[in-house]
């Protein structure tokens, strides 16, 4: 490992596994389990262990995306994997693409597009909601990832560079569709999410005025399923439904 990378380390306590993510430096890592010498892990590689002061041992692994979806700070419900898999799938970023991002949140849609496209940027109009995103980003050490605040509405007619994809999860998506054309690259996407079917509504008659085609809005149906001695059968914990995503190109 090197300094500045950023590790996840595992341990097992009472039969539950405990994480934590953090970086490799010359300072000690304090949690429930006694004090690690991060320093050591300068000679470490991943899939090598690490023992605390109080004797508990932890694996070192790389984190990934999932891993810091499931550590990073909320600052209210973010877009969930699954629906994260469905625009990835649909638009098929990749590492040449510069993406718009708008409505960030906690970051957790911004982080995932940074581990795959070449840059992104990202728009949040709340100030707390920019510090805790850009906190996130920068754990996942993410240098591709830039956050702005301010309100996509009044910004995306000043943008003067072409995005490969823009996202939009904002209240406000219907008002921002009329100026994606001139700033979405030839064959480009524009992605909305929302979680009402009124408002998509409004965004599918705001795509329908502009020069978009191959729209189409899908919903992500998410079952888990649940093993006991009785039988299987599908979870009833959890809703499957988040929102409503809809898809289009120019």
């Known amino acids: 490992m090197k300094l500045g990378e950023v590790v996840l380390l595992k341990t097992s306590h009472r039969g539950k596994i405990r994480e934590f993510i953090t970086s490799v430096s010359d300072e000690k890592f304090h949690t429930d389990f006694g004090m690690i010498e991060m320093s050591e892990l300068l000679e470490k590689d991943a899939g090598d262990t690490v023992v605390s002061h109080m004797g508990q041992e932890f694996v070192i692994q790389l984190p990934r995306m999932p891993d810091f979806f499931r550590h990073a700070k909320r600052t209210g419900a973010p877009i969930m994997p699954k629906d994260i898999g469905m625009i990835l799938g649909y638009t098929g970023i990749n590492k040449n693409d510069v993406v718009l991002d708008a409505g960030t949140g906690s970051g957790i849609l911004a982080m995932y597009l940074g581990s795959i496209a070449k840059r992104v940027l990202s728009f949040e109009i709340r100030e707390d909601f920019v510090d805790v995103a850009r906190e996130n980003i920068r754990r996942a050490g993410l240098e591709n990832v830039e956050v702005r605040c301010g309100n996509i509405v009044d910004e995306a007619g000043e943008l003067d ?6 996202i939009l999860d904002t209240i406000d998506s219907a008002s921002v569709v009329p100026h994606v054309p001139s700033i979405l690259a030839p064959g480009g ?62």
Request: aromatic share 12%.
């Open 189 to 250: 996407f524009l992605v909305t999410y929302s979680p009402f079917l009124e408002q998509t509504s409004q965004i599918r008659k705001a795509i329908d005025e502009a020069d978009f085609f191959e729209v189409r809005t899908i919903e992500c149906i998410e079952r888990a399923m649940s093993f006991s001695d009785r039988g299987t059968r599908p979870s009833t914990s959890r809703v499957g439904h988040t929102g409503y995503i809809t898809i289009a190109r120019m």
């Open 161 to 166: 560079e072409k995005f490969n994809a823009v």
